[in-house]
C-alpha cells in the first residue's frame, strides 16, 4: 500500500491541527482500508485510545504524559476534533480497525530534560513533541515563501484548505477518485523532501532518534498486518520512506534515559492551541479552523452569521443586511486577491468594514470568541487520573462548580452552605497552587460573608492536581498538608500570618494547630517592629471570619492581642533616626495598625483589654516627640483628630507648632503630608485654621527651600479628587477675610457654601426627582392629582 511515491506502508502526511489535512486523512483511509492505523503519539497512550469512541468524550482534548515521581516533569499532545491524528483514531474505532501510537515512548522524551540538567530546556523539549511544534524551522514557511507568499496560514488555505473548493461547497473537499485523493500527500511529501535534503532535520537533533522509532514500530506492524496506514507529521514522511536497517535504528535508540510515566486524556482549548497562549500548537486561529471542519457547506455564510450573532449578543446593531454586504464584500476582496475562497484576512476585513464599522474593538472581541475561542474540552470519569483529581471531579460536581475556560465572575453569599463549601474548595485549591479561582472585588456589599472569586480552567491545571497529589488523597487532605509543610517552611512571620489567614478561609482545622505554634514561636523571637506590624493586620483579618464560617478564634486572638502589644512598646524607639524611604514605610505601619487595633475591638475584653486605649497613648507619644520623623507625626496627629481623642484646638496647636518657622521645610513638608495626606483634604476645607495655617507656612518658605518642598507638597495634594482640589484652590484665593463664604459673603455657617438652599436650582431638578421615583407614572394609574413638589424639596436640595 503507498500514496504513488513508491513501495511500502500508506504515510499520510499531514499538517497537526489542520481541517484540510483531516478531511484528506478520512478520505484516503476510507479509499486504502487498511489493516492498523498508525499515528504519530506516545506508545503509552495505546491504552487510552478506546476511550475516544466514550461518548462524553469531546474535543479539544489532549493526552498527558507526566513523570510519577515529579508530576511537574510532563508533556502534552493536544487533539483538536479537526486534527488529523483524531480524526484517524476516531476511524479507527468506527470500523474496528487496530490504532496505535508510533512516536518516541514518553518515558525518554520526560528523561531527557532531566538526565540534560536543563530546566528550560525541558520545558522546551515537552512542547517540542506536542504535534504541531516539533521542528525549529517552520516548513509552511519556506513553503509560502517559495511560492510567493509572506503568510503562512494565507499559503495554506490556498493550497489545501480551499483546494477543489466551489461555490457553496465545504471548503477543500477531497476527489472522488483514488488519485485524488491520495495526490497531496505524494505532493506534500515530495516538497518535504526537497525540504529534508536542504535543512536536514531542521535544527532539532533529536528528530533522528524520534524517526528511528517511528520506522521500527512501522516495520512490526508490517509484520503483523497486512496494510498499515501512518498518520503523522509531513515532516517526518522522507524520513520513515528512508531505507534503513533496523540494526541502524535500534543503535540511534541504545542507552536513551527513562523515567517512569502515567498517560491520560484531560480537558483542552481552543485557546490553548493558538499561539496567542504561548503554546506553539501550529495554528491562529482554532475557533476558525474549527468551523472549516465543521461547515456543511457555505461556510463564508455560515461564518458571518456566527459573527452576527455574537455581536447581537453584545448589543451592537447587526441585522440580516449586514451579513449580505459583508460575505459579498469578503468575496470581492478573495477575487482582487487571487484567493480561489475567501479566507481568514477576506472575512476579517469584511467584518471590521461592514459590522464593526471600522473599529478594531469590536473586532477583537471577534477574535477572541470566534477565531480563537473559548471552547473547552470534556473527558469521560473512566479516564486515569490521580486520587486527588478524582476528588476534586466529585466536589466540582457537589457544589455544582464544572470548570469552564470562558473566564466568569461567580458571587458567593458564605451564608448559604452551598457557597460556603465553593468558598472552602476555592481557597483550599490556592494553597495547592491549583489557581482556578482568584479572588476580586465584590461590586456589592463589602462584608466578611460576601466573597466574588474570577473563574477560568486552564489545561496546565491538571498538571499542578497532579503535583499537589503527593500531600494528600483529598483535596483536604492535602491542602492540610501543603498548609502545615508551608508553615515549617515560612522564611518570615508575615508569611505565617498570612498562611493562619489561609487555613481559616480554607476551613483547615487540622493544619491550624500546627500554624499557631509556629506563629507562637516566631512572633515572640521576632523583635523588628516593622515585621510584627507587617503580620498584625493579617491575623486580626483572620477573626473577623470566625462569626462566618464558625471557626474558634480563640487561639488566634491571644496571639493578636500580644502582638499588638509588643508593637506599641516598640513603636516609638523604633521610628527614632529614620530616613525618609523608612519614615514613609514605617507611616504605612502606623496606618495598617490602627486598622487592626479598630478591628480587634469585637474580640471580648479580657482577651484584648484596653488596647485601644493604649493605642491612643502610643500615637500621643507619637505625635509630640521631635525624635518622631515629621510624616509619622503627623499622621499620629491625624489618626487621634479622626478617632475624636484630639480636639481640633490641640490639633491646630500641634500643627502651628510643626509649621513654625524654626522648623525645617523639608520637615514641615513631611509633617503635612502625614497629616492631610490620604483622605486629608476635607479637613482643610471645612477646617480655616488648619487651612490658614498651612497657607501661611507654604507662603512663607524661602525661595532656596522651596523647590525642595514642591515634589512632596505636589504628591500629597495631586491625590485629592478633583473637586476637593478645586474647593481648596477657590478658598485660598479668597484670601482669610472672605474663606467663610463661597457665594453669599462672611455670613455663611458653612465653608464653600449659602447659608439658605438655593430654591430655583432645587426646582428644576424636581422633574427628573419625580421621573426618577416614578411618580409620574403611579399618578396616570390612579388618577389622582400630581403631589406637591414641597414634598420633593429636601430631595432637590
Known amino acids: 500500500m503507498t500514496t504513488g511515491a513508491g513501495p511500502g506502508p500508506l504515510l499520510l502526511g499531514v499538517r497537526h491541527h489542520g481541517p484540510g489535512s483531516a478531511r484528506a486523512v478520512r478520505a484516503a483511509l476510507e479509499a486504502a482500508r487498511p489493516g492498523v492505523v498508525l499515528i504519530e503519539g506516545p506508545p503509552e497512550a495505546d491504552a487510552l485510545i478506546p476511550l475516544a469512541a466514550d461518548e462524553d468524550m469531546r474535543p479539544p482534548v489532549a493526552l498527558l504524559a507526566h513523570a510519577v515521581d ?6 502534552f499532545w493536544p487533539l483538536a476534533e479537526f486534527s488529523p491524528e483524531w480524526v484517524a483514531i476516531r476511524w479507527a474505532m468506527e470500523h474496528g480497525v487496530p490504532a496505535r501510537f508510533i512516536d518516541l515512548p514518553a518515558t525518554h522524551t520526560l528523561a531527557w530534560g532531566r538526565a540534560a540538567g536543563d530546566e528550560g530546556e525541558e520545558e522546551e523539549e515537552a512542547e517540542a513533541h506536542a504535534p504541531g511544534a516539533d521542528v525549529r524551522i517552520d516548513p509552511l514557511g519556506v513553503l509560502a515563501e517559495v511560492a510567493g507568499y509572506d503568510d503562512p496560514e494565507r499559503w495554506w488555505e490556498d493550497v489545501v484548505e480551499h483546494r477543489g473548493a466551489g461555490d457553496g461547497d465545504v471548503v477543500a473537499q477531497p476527489g472522488a477518485g483514488d488519485e485524488d485523493v491520495f495526490a497531496p500527500f505524494v505532493a506534500l511529501e515530495e516538497a518535504m523532501g526537497a525540504l529534508r535534503e536542504a535543512y536536514g532535520s531542521g535544527g532539532h537533533d533529536r528528530d533522528p532518534v524520534r524517526e528511528a522509532y ?29 531505507r534503513t536497517t533496523a540494526a541502524a535504528d535500534r543503535a540511534l535508540l541504545k542507552g536513551l534515559p527513562k523515567v517512569r510515566t502515567d498517560m491520560t486524556w484531560v480537558p483542552w482549548t481552543h485557546r490553548r492551541l493558538s499561539r496567542d497562549s504561548g503554546y506553539g500548537a501550529g495554528i491562529d486561529s482554532p475557533g476558525w479552523y474549527g468551523h472549516l471542519f465543521g461547515a456543511p457547506d ?14 447581537r449578543a453584545e448589543d451592537r446593531l447587526v441585522s440580516s443586511a449586514h451579513v449580505i454586504e459583508a460575505v459579498r464584500l469578503a468575496g470581492t476582496l478573495a477575487a482582487m486577491r487571487g484567493r480561489p475562497l475567501p479566507g481568514l484576512s477576506e472575512t476579517t476585513d469584511a467584518v471590521r468594514a461592514v459590522m464593526c464599522e471600522g473599529s478594531d474593538v469590536p473586532l477583537a472581541l471577534v477574535h477572541d470568541r470566534l477565531v480563537v475561542g473559548d471552547v473547552l474540552g470534556e473527558v469521560p470519569r473512566a479516564a486515569p487520573a490521580v486520587p486527588l483529581q478524582r476528588d476534586l471531579d466529585r466536589s466540582q460536581r457537589r457544589l455544582r462548580l464544572k470548570p469552564e475556560a470562558l473566564e466568569r465572575e461567580l458571587e458567593l453569599d458564605l451564608r448559604k452552605e452551598t457557597d460556603a463549601g465553593r468558598s472552602r474548595l476555592l481557597h483550599r485549591l490556592r494553597l495547592l497552587r491549583v489557581d482556578w479561582g482568584e479572588p476580586a472585588a465584590s461590586r456589592g456589599s463589602t462584608g466578611t460573608f460576601r466573597e466574588t472569586w474570577r473563574l477560568r480552567w486552564e489545561p496546565e491545571l491538571s498538571v499542578r492536581v497532579a503535583e499537589a497529589g503527593v500531600w494528600g488523597t483529598t483535596v483536604l487532605a492535602a491542602a492540610t498538608g501543603k498548609a502545615e509543610a508551608d508553615a515549617v517552611a515560612a522564611q518570615s512571620l508575615a508569611d505565617v500570618t498570612a498562611l493562619a489567614e489561609h487555613c481559616l478561609l480554607a476551613d483547615l482545622p487540622d493544619a491550624l494547630p500546627t500554624v499557631m505554634r509556629i506563629l507562637a514561636d516566631r512572633a515572640a523571637l521576632d523583635t523588628d517592629v516593622g515585621h510584627l506590624a507587617q503580620a498584625l493586620p493579617a491575623l486580626v483579618r483572620s477573626l473577623r471570619y470566625g462569626d462566618v464560617r464558625g471557626t474558634d478564634t480563640g487561639a488566634l486572638a491571644e496571639v493578636a492581642a500580644g502582638l499588638a502589644r509588643r508593637v506599641f512598646v516598640g513603636l516609638p524607639p523604633a521610628c527614632a533616626g529614620l530616613d525618609a524611604d523608612a519614615a514613609d514605610e514605617m507611616r504605612r505601619h502606623v496606618d495598617a495598625v490602627h486598622g487592626a487595633v479598630a478591628l480587634l475591638g469585637d474580640v471580648p475584653a479580657p482577651v484584648h483589654g484596653d488596647l485601644r486605649g493604649r493605642w491612643h497613648r502610643v500615637l500621643r507619644v507619637l505625635s509630640a516627640r521631635d525624635t518622631v520623623p515629621g510624616v509619622v507625626r503627623g499622621r ?4 487621634l483628630l479622626d478617632g475624636g481623642e484630639l480636639a481640633q484646638d490641640e490639633a491646630a496647636r500641634l500643627m502651628g507648632l510643626a509649621l513654625s518657622p524654626g522648623t525645617p521645610p523639608g520637615d514641615a513638608a513631611a509633617w503635612i503630608e502625614g497629616f492631610v495626606g490620604g483622605g486629608g483634604g476635607m479637613l482643610l476645607v471645612h477646617d ?19 523647590t525642595d518642598v514642591l515634589p512632596l507638597l505636589r504628591r500629597t495634594f495631586s491625590a485629592y479628587e478633583p473637586g476637593v482640589r478645586r474647593t481648596l484652590g477657590e478658598l485660598v484665593r479668597r484670601g482669610p477675610g472672605e474663606r467663610g463664604s463661597a457665594a453669599g459673603g462672611p ?4 465653608p464653600g457654601f449659602d447659608p439658605e438652599p438655593d430654591t430655583v436650582r432645587a426646582d428644576a431638578v424636581l422633574p427628573v426627582v419625580r421621573l426618577l421615583l416614578g411618580l409620574d407614572a403611579e399618578e396616570e394609574k390612579t388618577g389622582e392629582g400630581q403631589a406637591d413638589d414641597n414634598d420633593l424639596v429636601g430631595v432637590g436640595t
Do not use: N, Y
Open 70 to 75: 515529579e508530576p511537574g516533569r510532563s508533556a
Open 214 to 242: 517511528m520506522r521500527l514500530q512501522v516495520r512490526a506492524a508490517q509484520r503483523e498486518f497486512e496494510g498499515v496506514a501512518v498518520v503523522c507529521g509531513a515532516w517526518h514522511v522522507p524520513a520513515l520512506r528512508q
Open 298 to 311: 457555505r461556510p463564508v455564510e455560515r461564518w458571518m452569521t456566527k459573527v452576527a450573532g455574537l455581536l
Open 636 to 639: 499620629a496627629v491625624r489618626l
Open 688 to 706: 480655616e485654621r488648619l487651612l490658614g495655617l498651612v497657607d501661611g507656612w507654604l507662603t512663607g518658605v524661602p525661595a532656596g527651600a522651596f
Open 747 to 750: 455670613s455663611s455657617g458653612i
